[in-house]
């Protein structure tokens, strides 16, 4: 095991209180659901000390620690959120924290894609690697601890599968009992199975994602259960280090572009609020664009951008097969409108095939996600064809999903089931053809194996691969 440096740092954790991001009032305590009491818009969280000169950290001293961080043995340390807990609301002792060590992600290049959409370099940051499969475990650490701090013996979300998962793991792990509102068929069995194993309550209501959450803003208020939506902003916190990792990855050079996918707008706005923290505390000095890609058939925030100007949401009936986006009426849609305009970054639609068609690109490099995270590279490729992002600037896609959280949906892409009776066009359905590749079922003779390479061998590569 290796030995601690001698040196460690002399910040713990920050001190935090809640500010209302519409009337901007300022309170040491938040209500059960997050809310502000004057005039109900969501809370976020903020550090007053890291804003005045005398308490302001040295960025190189910041980034300095973070490194030798990586060095250490203890839990915190292990944990790539809480190692970049002097940005994070303060702990008493670190054995507070609850953690599964999460964050530790890798950045991941890739070559082909890059070439095809026409950009110099290509990387994704690949979330689903976290130990419950999505980036939901990076908020969920801080909010679950937090949780338990305050006492609660429940903790409670609505879901479209990931959020639950990870929230019933850290509830076990932390000793508290958790409860799950899902809309009832849909969400994958993958997501739904390990909220079972990791021993929530699991109820599939009647309704839809959206359904699922008003009610739970109403249980927050009536029962004792804390609740764990990203409407909680310790979440935010958390999954804010997703963007500090990402930039000490990159020794702190900024790339021109970070492309997110938008449910309902909590992970955007984190990601958003650690840009702009760190460009305050001078840990970088260039912004990234921070932009944000929805399916068409749950485009909330663009429809609200495209119609009102980002002034009041235009809430959708949403339907996509990327049912962990599957969101009409997101919560965190004005945190997300910030953070587009602070960072001047895009918020673009993409098709249900165009969706399926870069999950498979991708997966034909190695890197499996799930059909919500694919969004960006969909994305991408429209802000590149619109010139939004320029044939030599650099982007991260942040893949928020792991490929084994939607089976269902790859198998039904792979055996050509997934638009069948839908009203694409045939000609785009044709495109996604070289892409597929059904299992086959043979007899179990060496003949039959070999011809089957043969041809193959024979055929043309898919795309990615040439
Ligand atoms: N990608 C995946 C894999 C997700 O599970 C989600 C959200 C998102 C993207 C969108 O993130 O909501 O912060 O904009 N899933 C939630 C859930 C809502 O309940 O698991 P967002």
Redesign the pocket.
Known sequence: MLSPPTSKPDVRGAAYCFRCIGCGDLSGVASQDFRCSRCADLLEIIYPSLNEAAGKPNADKLKDVWRQRRLWQSAVDLSGVWRFRDLLPALQNDDQAITLREGCTPLYELPRSARAVGVPRLLAKH??LNPTG???DCGMTVAATFARLAGFKWVA??????????MAAYAARGGMRSLVL?PEGKISWS?LSQALDYGAVTCQLRTD?DGCLRLLQELVLRAPVYQL??INPFRLEG?KTLALELLDQLDWQPPDHII???????????IGKALLEARDLGLITRLPKLS?IQAEGANALVRTLRETGGKSLVSVQAQTR?T??R?GN?A?WKK?IHVLEATGGACEQVSEIEIAQAKAELGLEGIG??P??A?TLAGLKKLVKQRFVKPEESVVLIL??NLL?DPDFTMDFHRGKLFEGSDGSETVRAGLEPLRRAPMILDAKLDAVIQTLEQAEKSEPPPSLK
Do not use: Y
Not at 260 to 270: D, E, I, R, Y
């Open positions: 979330q689903g999505s980036f939901k979300c609505a879901s479209t599968g990931n959020t639950s998962a990870s899902v997501k994602f939506n990203s999954q997110v996918p938008g449910g309902n707008l909590g992970n955007s706005s984190a944000v990327a962990a986006i969101i997101p965190s997300a996600c799930e919500a995270s969004v928020t999903g959280k």
